[in-house]
């Protein structure tokens, strides 16, 4: 089966054997996916085909054995007016937070009123 614009389809392939599936999704896997896929029985990772045809993939598997869902991740990004977003989403790009793994420095720093007194 394959999704097609949000709808499943049939593939015309036939019923393929758990060995093939097998084989099929190791062929596209390194030796160390191999190795986790193994010990965990599921894995996630991304895949390219040249510059054009990136995926992320997630091999799994069912009561039937080995099966894997592949989903496509763009080449090209959109930008929010090609995504039909509001303008509100602009301003968002520039917002500059904390990031929470920065050292805060000592003037920056929260002081409670308990501190301020011991200080």
Known sequence: MARIDGGLRPIKTGDLSADTVKS????IMTEEQRSEYEAEKDIDFAIAFGAES???VNAYNTITGPAAAFREI???IPNLEQLNCPPIFRSFSTLNPIHPMRKMT???RRVSPATRLSQ
């Open 24 to 27: 099929m999704i190791y062929s």
């Open 106 to 108: 000592r003037r920056s």
């Open 74 to 76: 763009p080449t090209k």
């Open 54 to 56: 990136r995926f992320r």
